[in-house]
């Protein structure tokens, strides 16, 4: 199978490359026009520097890599990219796994949904976390009864600031700041788990963070209200400190009249201290979540199956953002588009 990857402007291509190219019947190749390396480590190299680091393949253009004809692509460029790199493999009909968020406009995800639709091409979203067996569980619970009716969620998804990916805080580019990279993840969770429709946002959000280095907020607080009654509360933030041991972290506590649930998703680690200078140390363990989500991608490739998280779930996810983007611009509980 021939796999392609649009873009290494995402930090997260740098781990889709190598888990892709480690398996044994894939071949991908990338191609990352616009990047420039600026520095020597593998978080800092780009285009063909990246490429050579791992040993993949490598295209100098989309066009080019597009005419490579893959089965499938994974779009990780900056998210106001995703619209063009999407629209362009399905003109080629060519299935796509998109980096979250969906898109930063609602115009563009509808665009996304209908370009995908019109060309008859899979489109999943690159949630990972729902791919956690810790997930599987709780969902696996709630629908055996065991929450009860579930009336409320409450989520953090903390972590550091991205820095060796300027774009994550320049609006333009990212749409904005730690709610567009932060609440999609949870509010997939809340979408993957109830099935609830989201309804209403309100949403509060800061700078005091990082605002000498960010152009977008560094923290908010976000209520969902959904149809089905339940609330759902989302702690976003790259408030953890450069110097910390591990990049941040996503709880889910689930309270439903059948009882709780408290899980975190990234808590199973060894943590210590470094003999050297006393610094903490972190590491983590556990089944690799971006491996069982591309594997989940390719395996509905091979059958033409539509996988979940799927363009639907992009646009509600989206929704909620645009919606708390409003809602902190207004100060006004703002109304969940639909489509």
Known sequence: ?????LSFAHTHAIGYLGALA???????RGTDPD???TGSSVLELRGRDLADALGVGYEDSYAALLAWRPD????????ARHRELVEAAAAAGVHVLCEKPLATTWQDGLAMRAAVERAGVLLMMAFPVRFASAFDRLRATHDAGGL?????????????LPTTRDWFTEPALS????????????????DGLTGAVPQSVTAVTNRVLHADRAHAETAGLVTVTYDSGMIAAIDCSWSRPDTAPAW??????????????AVDF???AARGLDAVDGRPIELRYGPDLDVAMLDTFLRAVRTGVQPQPDVRVGLRTLSIVLAAQESARTGRTIEVASG
């Open 72 to 79: 499938a692509v994974v779009v990780t460029a900056e998210n």
């Open 22 to 28: 480690a398996m044994p019947d894939v071949e991908v």
């Open 248 to 261: 941040g972290g996503l709880t889910l506590d689930v309270a439903g009249t059948g009882g709780t649930v």
């Open 148 to 160: 009860g009716t579930v009336f409320s969620v409450r989520g953090a998804n903390n972590g550091m």
């Open 1 to 5: 199978m021939k796999i392609g990857v």
């Open 266 to 268: 990234f808590g199973a």
């Open 175 to 190: 749409g904005g700041g730690a709610l567009v990279d932060h609440v999609v993840h949870v509010a997939d969770l809340v």
């Open 35 to 37: 990047g420039v390396s």
